[in-house]
């Protein structure tokens, strides 16, 4: 079992940035693949980033690459996604996921098996 936690959301101007952390509990986290998603008001849960368990191999959605970064650090447990450059339409809450198929590239939600609660991102105009 893996619990995920994240945090570092906030409310932000347009053109600023946040950093959000996702803290996971138990002593197999280097063996998952992490990955970020978002939902905004009335939309579907959406793919953002993700980070493989071994060489560390990342993998953006079109719309977040050159303003997204995915990173992780094994020996604390965590993983970050810097967001700079941020627009209003990156308003949303941002999940952490956990894959045991800890390489490749899977971008579909119900593939992962672990989710954290979220942390809401507000980036006003």
């Known amino acids: 079992q893996v619990q995920l936690v994240e945090s570092g959301g906030g409310l932000v101007q347009a053109g600023g940035s946040l950093r959000l952390s996702c803290a996971a509990s138990?002593?197999?986290?280097?063996?998952?693949?992490m990955a970020w998603f978002r939902q905004a008001p009335g939309k579907e849960r959406e793919f953002l980033a993700r980070i493989t368990r071994n060489n560390g191999s990342t993998y953006y959605a079109d719309f977040v690459k050159g303003r997204f970064t995915i990173s992780r650090d094994n020996a604390k447990n965590t993983v970050y996604l810097q967001m700079n450059s941020l627009k209003p339409e990156d308003t949303a809450v941002y999940y952490c996921?956990?894959?045991?198929?800890?390489?490749?590239?899977?971008?579909?939600?119900?593939?992962?098996?672990?989710w954290g609660q979220g942390t809401q991102v507000t980036v006003s105009s």
């Open positions: 996921a956990a894959d045991r198929t800890g390489s490749g590239y899977d971008t579909r939600a119900y593939e992962y098996n672990y």
């Open positions: 138990g002593r197999t986290f280097s063996t998952f693949a």
